[in-house]
């Protein structure tokens, strides 16, 4: 495409325009095939946006998805303790062990957690990482498309986590390959009232309530949960913490994307991540903390203000970089 050398300020205004919205024609986008509902290994550019996030630079510690070119959406706990100079992200990776010819990594130039993250417990754990030097686009390294303010994920909605997390409780090892699970969104109504009222506008479950068996696990925090909309894949939310791995009243709970669009738009500059919609709400229902909803849609008010603590609940962040073991997809055997 040939440009005049000139350009008019109308000009560099809609270049500036195009050039944010870019990702969208990236966004979300991996290879199809036919997936088993369950904790299965993936395959290679199954899941071209998730990275695996090496805080200490030994082991895997969490997970991660890439946004646009530069830039990593993880959760804000994985980053309370660390050395900037020893974070290592890797792209394209499906195993933690061997080769893997399709993938790279970058270190972090810097880690931006977000600043109200942890009042109450776990409110905003939503971190970014800006990557050393821009990461170039394949079939195995895609950025994926978050859910744009005000988008709904209705309870029950098909949504896929994935990661390196432990396999089941009390498991010392992580796995080799990177897992895959669904689990349905759980709706807000419900995981407050078993969470005993902690679940605030910023957060979003799933899991299999009264059954168990399937969720995120330690090793899976930062990592992503997403849902289908036509052809493209968007993130609805962030793994943070759970009472037990794939408990059957507590829900995981994650860091709900759609909250944090202007907050990460002020960060990312020019080339913004891909902001799609998803709205599913079938009965327009609106979550309170007094009733059981039949959808997820975001509290219109603070739900700082209904936090009530849980003196006999014992929550943990769904990392490995705590010493009290903080969350792996978990499936029924």
């Not at 870019?22 to 990275?51: F, K, S, Y």
């Not at 897992?179 to 679940?199: H, L, T």
Request: charged share 10%; proline share 5%.
């Amino acid at each position: 495409m040939k440009f005049n050398s000139a350009l008019s300020a109308a000009g560099v205004t809609l270049l500036y325009i195009a050039g944010s919205l870019c990702q969208l024609d990236v966004c979300g986008q991996a290879r199809v095939r036919d997936r088993i509902v369950g904790g299965e290994n993936a395959t290679a550019g199954d899941w071209p946006w998730q990275v695996s996030i090496h805080v200490f630079g030994l082991s895997h510690n969490c997970g991660g998805t890439l946004i646009t070119k530069d830039w990593v959406l993880s959760a804000a706990h994985c980053f309370q303790s660390f050395v900037l100079s020893r974070v290592v992200i890797y792209f394209g990776r499906l195993s933690q062990s061997g080769s893997n010819l399709n993938g790279t990594s970058r270190r972090a130039s810097q880690i931006i957690n977000h600043p109200n993250y942890g009042s109450p417990p776990y409110n905003n754990d939503i971190a970014l990482i800006q990557l050393s030097s821009s990461v170039n686009f394949s079939d195995y390294i895609r950025p994926v498309c978050l859910a744009a303010a005000g988008s709904v994920f209705s309870g029950g909605t098909e949504s896929w986590v994935t990661g390196w997390g432990r396999l089941q409780e009390g498991a010392t090892q992580l796995p080799d390959l990177l897992q895959e699970v669904m689990i349905p969104v759980v709706s807000y109504g419900d995981c407050n009232k078993n969470y005993g009222g902690a679940i605030t506008s910023n957060m979003i479950c799933a899991g299999l309530l009264n059954v168990g068996g399937k969720g995120a696990c330690q090793g899976d925090s930062g990592g992503p949960m997403v849902s289908r909309n036509g052809s493209l894949w968007i993130q609805s939310g962030i793994v943070s913490f759970g009472r037990e791995c794939a408990d059957p009243t507590f829900p995981t709970v994650f860091a709900r994307v759609s909250q944090y669009q202007d907050w990460i738009k002020s960060y990312t500059g020019s080339n913004q991540p891909g902001f799609v919609e998803f709205n599913n709400d079938i009965q327009q229902s609106t979550p309170t903390t007094t009733t059981t909803p039949t959808t997820t849609k975001t509290p219109a008010q603070s739900s700082n203000s209904n936090f009530r603590s849980m003196p006999n609940l014992l929550l943990f962040p769904l990392s490995l970089t705590f010493s009290i073991i903080p969350f792996s997809l978990i499936h029924a055997s």
